[in-house]
């Protein structure tokens, strides 16, 4: 479960974030729309412990547990996730190698013991199935000229080896072809159980066609301005923002 | 006395061109454009008494084909096309013959000069195409001493020769090596030299190619060791249609200073030339990039690319790079570009979100930055051992 409670946060005196409270229960899917600059990916990137943000109010609890004060891969080994917006290309560091390191350091930091080569490769063997990624595709470095499509579908390839408890997806589908969303949602899908929780940054109802969200949000202006069920989706995809929230969007 | 007054005293009755260059100038200093950046400081006012160890009796190579101990060869064996020639065949091979009997003349190339009036070179005749990669060491055992390898080598016609070299030292040293290398029409070569010598050693190196047409040159280099460790590269293309790649590396900490020069003459039409380097400096480490591609009027159809990155790990590290195009053809693709910066802020938070700590993920994007030089190495036993030196560098932390 996580708990984000009256979040400010300001970039260069800038205030982005204007006090966002939203709860996600274990399980449950959650969607977040809004126009473009409202603070989606602002709000994604203060859970996963980005530098550069000042929190000025609020708190964000995981499992009861704030996590403001932690470093990103403090975050990462309790099972916090983010798929990225805009992946990031890394040249010279093989897309294994990096796979295999972020694996190992969360296994270390759980206490448990680090992977060998065969157990390692079965794991991820088995999520390129899942995702469709061909064989050679691993061997390159991570992201370097992978398709907007392929980056995505890493992404999602990364959240299925690491397994975490709570993900955030930043306009994952932005970019998919339509045979593509439905391989990276049934990705998704896959991973949906009683334990784990979502939260699903996109722009279009289509996603949530395949991906079913139990709770709709709309976040603008810094805030999260209206919630609802799945229907929301649609009304926002008829009406556009002005007329579902009004002067916020 | 300084080493240098003792190395004059002793060359003083030399009459030989190369001796007197050295003598006229000495060490370069930093108001010589190629030396600009780095300061040959610690060599000019080093006091040791001037050891030119004497020859070292046949020695054992270990892994290697070829040693140099202090200066001296010892062959242990050669690939099958690979010929070590006596100085007395070497004087009947005209371009061996030239190399012996050549004579600097640049105030830049005092080193070079001193090397060659100091030194008995290692003739190297390549007449077939040598699969099997030529493995040699140079190696300084005797503390504060200066020494002189030297290598000859010639490259027949459709020939081909893979040279891996790998410096390193026991004690406080100078190694000035000279290496000079013709290749003929259609003939390739690609050669490797890592250095990685003591912390205390200085490391000049000279190498001067002369390539022919339709030749293929393959130069890979890394710095990591030494006080001091400068590697200059200086190529004429005699020919059409030569394609040259080069890739180095430059790795400095603590108080070192890591330097490739790198001059390209193109003079002739169709050569294709690609150099890229990449620096790495932390602690008080400088790196310095010179390369400088000067192309002929009548090298039309040139296309030469030089590109060079460098990432500086604290803030009292420091990189030069210095990227030159001299172009007098007009119909000719030439490039450079050259840029310096810390670690990358979002790769950083890319990999930390996935739980990599930010001392490993720093490490990562090191490594990766490398590899892009590293990967470049056809010879993948090579590759690999430089692989396994640099992972060491990255490893330990030091100031010195
Ligand atoms: N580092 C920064 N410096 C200055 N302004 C920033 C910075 N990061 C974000 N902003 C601003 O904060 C606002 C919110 O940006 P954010 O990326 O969170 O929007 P978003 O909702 O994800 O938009 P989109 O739908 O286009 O992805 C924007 O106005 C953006 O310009
Ligand atoms: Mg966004």
Known sequence: MIEIKNLHARVDDKEILKGLSLTIPNGEVHAIMGPNGAGKSTLANVISGKDGYEITEGD?????????????????????????????????????????????????????????????????????????????????????????????????????????????????????????????????????????????????????????????????????????????????????????????? | MTLIDTLKSTLADDTSANAKLFLDNGIPTPKIEKWHYTNLNNIMRTTWPFQKASHASQQSCGESDIRFFDGHATVCSVPDGVTILAEREASAHPILQSMRTQEFSKRDESLAALSHSQSTPLFILVDKKVEATLVLENFSMLKESVNFPHLCIAVTEAASLTLSSHSHSAGEAWSNILTQIHIANDASLTLMNLQNERKDTAHTSHTF????????????????????????????????????????????????????????????????????????????????????????????????????????????????????????????????????????????????????????????LVEGFIEEMLTRIPDDATAKIWRAHFAAWLAATYEG
């Open chain 2, 209 to 364: 190619i002369q390539a022919e047409e339709g030749s293929a040159l393959n130069i890979y280099g890394m710095n990591i060791g030494g006080s001091l460790g400068r590697q200059t590269i200086d190529i004429d293309l005699n020919g059409k249609n030569i394609q040259t790649n080069i890739a180095a590396a430059n790795l400095a900490d603590g108080k070192q200073t890591q330097d490739f020069t790198i001059h390209m003459n193109h003079n002739h039409p169709s050569c294709d030339t690609n150099v890229f380097s990449r620096n790495v400096c932390r602690g008080r480490g400088q790196s310095v990039f010179q390369g400088k591609f000067y192309v002929a009027q009548q090298a039309q159809q040139t296309d030469a690319e030089m590109s060079c990155k460098s990432l500086l790990l604290s803030d009292r590290a420091r990189a030069d790079s210095k990227p030159e195009l001299e172009i007098y053809a007009d119909d000719v693709k030439c490039g450079h570009g050259a840029t310096v910066g810390t670690l990358d802020s979002e790769s950083l938070f890319y990999l930390m979100a996935r739980g990599v700590p930010r001392k490993d993920a720093e490490n990562l």
């Open chain 1, 60 to 249: 964000i609890l995981f499992h009861g547990q704030s996590v403001l004060e932690m470093e990103p891969e403090e975050r990462a080994h309790l099972g916090l996730f983010l798929a990225f917006q805009y992946p990031v290309e890394i040249p010279g560091v093989n897309s294994m190698t990096f796979l295999r390191t972020a694996l190992n350091a969360k296994r270390k930091a759980n206490g448990e013991a680090e992977l060998d080569g065969a157990e390692f490769l079965r794991i991820v063997k088995t999520a390129m199935k899942n995702l469709k990624i061909k064989d050679d595709f691993l061997k390159r470095s991570v992201n370097v000229g992978f398709s907007g499509g392929e980056k995505k579908r890493f992404e999602i390839l990364q959240m299925q080896v690491l397994s975490p408890t709570f993900a955030v997806l930043d306009e994952t589908d932005s970019g998919l072809d339509i045979d593509a969303l439905k391989v990276v949602a049934e990705g998704v899908n896959m991973l949906r159980d009683p334990s784990r929780s979502f939260l699903v940054i996109t722009h279009y109802q289509r996603l949530l066609d395949y991906i079913e969200p139990d709770v709709v949000h709309i976040l603008a202006d810094g805030k999260i301005q209206k919630t609802g069920d799945k229907n929301l989706a649609l009304e926002l995809e008829e009406k556009g923002y002005d007329a579902v929230i009004g002067d916020a969007a």
